[in-house]
């Protein structure tokens, strides 16, 4: 399956059992996404062309063809393109899968609608075994986004992904 977006291209290679495996490509001047964590999940980024700037629980790095990164589960961490002007790929894997797959699917269809506050909730609340967002503390997060869900799919706000 591939999942496009704006300056974004996934091409997830397997979704099932215990690896969610992918190859990421970001185009040059590629926008970080929020700090976020995942609290069950190990992630790690082999880089194939050009170059990655990561922020991991606070520290910067810029990783470069041939590098690799491991972060694991708990780590704060954002991700984009070091470069504004050359794409950027890497082998990205996600253990155990989970349900990434399809929080990947649903963040990809938001991005190309444009984001707004209830889909973004409906998607934090759904996958929250996924994925938290590193700020507001998540206490806040379980709160609002568990009041902000039902409302979104009321307003046909929910997550678009497959449910195979």
Not at 39 to 52: C, H, M, T
Not at 64 to 78: D, F, L, N, T, Y
Not at 112 to 119: A, E
Request: glycine share 8%; aromatic share 8%.
């Amino acid at each position: 399956m591939i999942l496009e977006a704006p300056n974004m291209r996934l091409e997830l290679l397997r979704t099932k059992g215990e690896v969610l495996e992918m190859i990421a490509t970001y185009g040059g001047g590629s926008k970080a996404p929020p700090a976020h964590f995942h609290p069950r999940q190990q992630e790690r980024f082999d880089v194939l062309s050009g170059s990655f700037w990561f922020e991991v629980d606070g520290r910067e790095r810029v990783l470069k063809k041939g590098e690799s990164m491991v972060i694991a589960p708990g780590g704060v961490h954002r991700i984009r393109n070091a470069s504004l002007d050359e794409p950027a790929s890497m082998h990205w894997e996600t253990r155990p899968a989970l349900r990434s797959a399809q929080l990947f699917e649903a963040l990809y269809a938001m991005a190309n609608k444009g984001p707004d506050l209830l889909t973004v909730a409906a998607i934090a609340h759904e996958f929250r075994q996924e994925m938290v967002f590193a700020a507001p503390p998540r206490l806040v997060q379980s709160c609002v986004f568990g009041l902000l869900a039902p409302l979104a799919k009321l307003l046909g706000k929910q997550p678009e992904y497959s449910r195979e």
